[in-house]
């Protein structure tokens, strides 16, 4: 094929992934490295790609230590209860202490935060939430990473990480295609931050048709930080912790901001209260220790977000759904009115169009609610990723090793979605956790831990072949056939998907079967993963956009794989609401108080797994 | 079809395909105009609308839900640092004009040029501080919390928890 090769050399840093992690990694970097060559390489443009490419109403991970209001360890006991005790607390404490200083720079940078006029204090959607105008959140911090970048390649699909061939286990940049020309892109690199995205579209929607373009998490979210970093034989943790969103019928609009600012609660098709009838089974089943309604009722301590929609699930299998959002007496209000449609203007614009086409006005009428398909992500109430190293004032020994937010591969970091163990980080938490892993791979440059990496002709060349693969099998096979997309010796993309998402939701725990799942389905849903992995060695893309598409797909199969793998492993329920074992159905301390890591060796293929002691943080007077 | 384009308006000049996240707005060879090519992976997250310079770009809900007959219209102004939303009900009983800012500031003169600032020092580059702190952490004198400051310890096991 007669694409040209185009390399970028003696690169410093590169940022793969320019979402808000890795425009924090970019920015920041420029300050710790300022000789120091620094390369971003972006799927999209960068002034609109990732998750917070539309916007955001709210910033949802705000300490306002400045304000008094909470101090980072608040935070790590929140983000601890939400997951059923299963975080990484020494990466959240550390996320915790930096973030308001990013939030800070924000609203110098010119990103309109909202002040709450009687205190001047930021207006306050919740306890850790803060209402902003977001609509340029990502064009404003795109320019701070533009500021700091010496290259910003946009359109570049990143496949593979280069890795070195002087000392194994140490990465040695990237490579990828370019969108738009179809040109092959090496990037040699001394270090690497992945801050690419989590996964929307790996399980089966439940829209069909045009509206799967309607994902909770953005559609463009294909996996590739996991894809990636797997693919490179970095060590992952708590890949099983997938989640699912209550959020407003099929438009998946906020619903954030109408529970904490608007005052709005949920109730059945009856009209009653249904959420604490579940509450006293579901403490049996989960143990006092993570539910205790007694103790939520008089403290205020937040019921985690995976028990609330087991509730939901429970109530609407049980025949009296839907689900109603109560919002006729908040939207009484004119102000709250403004208010709840500006939420979805800034970030989900879907929503609006949704309820304007169905003519919902949720001041005579109380939208319906529902529990979305599945998502593969680290940064919402969720925490899949990398397992990297912490900080070196916080971190046990089993949690570190030289370097912060540095994954298992010498040289190559995380931030955001790429990070496991991290919940509750949403967009500012990854901007900080970019800007720490800037520093770190700063400091292993100076260190000399890059020194002597080489790359052979051989191995640019190898992953060349196989980027194009996907066309030339196409060219080779197209015209055995006369017309259609039915062909004997290939799939396309989209057929591939179909075919992962089918298999996602029906062995993996997903909408169609009520996030059920036990050890012979995922058996059975493992051997089919392994099948769809030859096929995808015979995918065919008719052009460059299906090989974006096929890139996305592959990235998408291997993140699944560590999903199914990780859910295979954790013999319990852990997060009922999210999925359920049906064989283990009870969360089982004693045997996975632990956190759950496994790499996939790049080689074999195969998988191990293993399980890592879970601390926690402890007031240092109680012991 | 989440986002379309109207052929009157459309002169094909590439800004929508330029900033999709998508990268499912393409020119038609044909019409060399612009449409969305795969519209089950449109967020109908708008920024190709906001970026059209001749308001060509509109969006129709997704057909397995979204009856016809509705209208969610945008115009996004940097020069002004505002965004103006019109929304229409399909019953035409509600007609909303909603106008939010996007920026308090003119566009990137705050950001700072990280090259130019004074360089780190050792003492910095050896700590956990990040640009700008501690001061920008919450502008006092403290410096950033540590396990000791907060007097705290890391426990392993469900016992601590």
């Not at chain 1, 705000?62 to 909470?70: A, D, H, L, P």
């Not at chain 1, 002709?457 to 196989?466: D, H, P, V």
């Not at chain 2, 996240?21 to 609308?49: F, G, K, L």
Request: hydrophobic fraction near 35%; aromatic fraction near 10%.
């Amino acid at each position: 094929m007669a694409y040209k090769t185009i390399i970028e050399d003696n690169i410093d840093i590169l940022v793969a992934g320019a979402g808000l992690g890795g425009t924090g990694a970019a920015f920041e970097a420029r300050y710790w490295g300022q000789d120091k060559k620094i390369v971003i390489a972006e799927k999209a443009n960068i002034d609109r790609s990732g998750a917070v490419a539309q916007g955001l109403y709210a910033i949802n991970c705000y300490m306002g230590t400045r304000f008094g209001e909470n101090n980072p360890e608040d935070h790590v006991r929140y983000a601890r209860i939400d997951l059923m005790g299963m975080v990484r607390e020494d990466l959240l404490f550390d996320m915790a202490r930096h973030v308001d200083s990013a939030v800070h720079q924000f609203e110098e940078w010119g990103l309109p935060l909202m002040r709450n006029p009687k205190t001047g204090a930021y207006q306050r959607e919740g306890r850790w939430q803060i209402m902003i105008h977001g609509e340029s959140y990502k064009p404003i911090v795109a320019e701070a990473a533009k500021k700091s970048a010496d290259k910003v390649f946009n359109r570049i699909c990143v496949t593979h990480l280069l890795m070195d061939e002087s000392k194994p286990n140490r990465v040695a940049g990237a490579v990828g295609f370019n969108v738009r020309t179809g040109n092959y892109h090496v990037f040699k690199s001394k270090t690497v931050i992945v801050g690419a995205g989590g996964a929307s579209n790996i399980y089966k929607p439940r829209s069909v048709g045009e509206g799967a373009g309607r994902v909770w998490y953005a559609p463009w979210s294909s996996g590739s930080a996991y894809g990636l970093l797997i693919g490179a034989g970095a060590k992952m943790t708590q890949m099983e912790n997938r989640i699912v969103l209550a959020r407003f019928k099929d438009g998946y609009g906020p619903v954030g901001a109408y529970f904490l600012h608007l005052k709005t609660y949920t109730q059945n098709c009856l009209g009653e209260e249904y959420e604490s009838n579940w509450f006293p089974a579901l403490e049996k089943m989960v143990g006092k220790r993570y539910l205790d309604v007694e103790a939520s009722h008089l403290t205020h301590r937040p019921i985690p977000t995976c028990l609330r929609n087991h509730a939901i699930v429970s109530e609407v299998n049980a025949g009296r759904g839907p689900i109603h959002m109560v919002t006729m007496h908040s939207f009484q209000d004119p102000h709250l009115e403004e208010i709840g449609w500006h939420n979805f203007l800034g970030m989900t614009v879907g929503q609006a169009v949704l309820w304007a086409a169905t003519d919902v006005n949720p001041k005579e009428e109380n939208p319906e609610l529902t529990t979305s398909e599945p998502y593969v992500m680290g940064s919402h109430a969720t925490a899949c990723g990398a397992w990297c190293s912490g900080p070196e004032d916080v971190s046990p020994p089993e949690y570190f090793w030289g370097y912060n937010r540095m994954t298992t591969v010498e040289g190559l970091f995380g931030a955001g979605d790429a990070v496991g163990g991290t919940p509750h980080a949403f967009s500012s938490g990854s901007f900080t956790e970019g800007r720490l892993a800037a520093k770190a791979a700063c400091k292993y440059i100076d260190d000399g831990k890059a020194e002597g990496i080489r790359v052979s002709a051989e191995q640019i060349n190898r992953r060349k072949a196989e980027v194009y693969k996907p066309m030339e099998h196409y060219k080779i096979y197209r015209n055995e056939i006369t017309a259609g997309s039915v062909n004997p010796n290939y799939i396309n993309p989209r057929q591939g998907l179909d075919r992962l998402q089918k298999l996602m939701d029906e062995y993996a725990g997903g909408v169609t079967v009520s996030y059920m799942t036990n050890e012979k389905l995922l058996h059975i849903g493992l051997k089919k993963m392994k099948i769809l992995e030859e096929d995808l060695e015979k995918i065919g893309a008719e052009n460059i956009h299906e090989l974006l598409r096929a890139w996305e797909l592959k990235h998408r199969h291997l993140t699944s794989e560590a999903v199914f793998h990780h859910t295979l492993f954790r013999k319990e329920t852990r997060w009922p609401g999210y999925y359920y074992r049906g064989d283990h159905m009870k969360v089982d301390d004693e045997n996975w108080h632990v956190l759950t890591v496994s790499r996939r060796d790049p080689q074999t293929g195969g998988y191990t797994m293993e399980k890592a002691p879970c601390y926690h943080l402890v007031d240092d007077k109680a012991e | 079809m989440p986002t379309f384009v109207y052929m009157t308006r459309c002169d094909g000049c590439g800004e929508c395909v330029d900033i999709c996240p998508s990268d499912i707005m393409h020119i038609d060879t044909t019409v060399r105009r612009a449409y969305n090519i795969e519209p089950n992976m449109c967020w109908e997250c708008y920024s190709c609308v906001k970026a059209c310079p001749h308001q060509a770009i509109d969006v129709r809900g997704y057909a397995d839900f979204a009856p016809l007959g509705h209208s969610v219209r945008v115009k996004r102004d940097e020069e002004k640092g505002v965004i103006a939303w019109r929304i229409k009900f399909r019953n035409g009983e509600k007609d909303m004009d909603l106008l939010a800012p996007i920026t308090t500031k003119p566009w990137g003169k705050y950001i700072p040029q990280l090259r130019d600032a004074p360089a780190p020092t050792k003492e910095q580059r050896d700590s956990q501080l990040l640009f700008n702190e501690p001061k920008y952490i919450r502008f006092d004198e403290g410096g950033l919390h540590t396990l000791e400051s907060n007097g705290l310890k890391m426990v392993a096991g469900v016992e601590a928890y």
